[in-house]
């Protein structure tokens, strides 16, 4: 069967007369998803929140309190929690030295 000159621009899965990418808009089925600032944390995007909880090992809570505190920058987030992970370190529970008599369980008399 030949094809005839005017049928050859037409798609072989397009009806003549209709093609299948016409749309007003854009391209069917594709939405614009504008790709992220890597050096900015979005806490509207739930995936994001999910990866820097996780990558940062602190809760959603404390993310969103950092970020209120440093700005949404991702070094001065991860500063902000390396600083708070050292003073937690230096300050945490010191070791007391064990008085003598308390080092020996005392019994009761029989």
Do not use: Y
């Not at 007369?17 to 016409?22: E, R």
């Not at 996780?54 to 500063?79: F, P």
Request: charged letters at 25%; zero cysteines.
């Amino acid at each position: 069967m030949r094809m005839r000159l005017a049928d050859r621009q037409t798609k072989w899965n397009e009806v003549p007369g209709m093609p299948l990418t016409f749309q007003q808009g854009g391209i069917a089925m594709q939405r614009v998803k504008h790709p992220p600032i890597r050096n900015k944390i979005d806490m509207t995007d739930p995936a994001q929140v999910r990866a820097w909880t996780k990558r940062l090992r602190i809760g959603a809570d404390d993310l969103k309190a950092l970020i209120e505190k440093v700005g949404n920058s991702v070094s001065a987030v991860t500063k902000e929690v390396e600083l708070g992970r050292m003073s937690q370190q230096a300050s945490g529970p010191q070791s007391e030295p064990i008085p003598s008599d308390a080092a020996e369980p005392k019994l009761a008399p029989i």
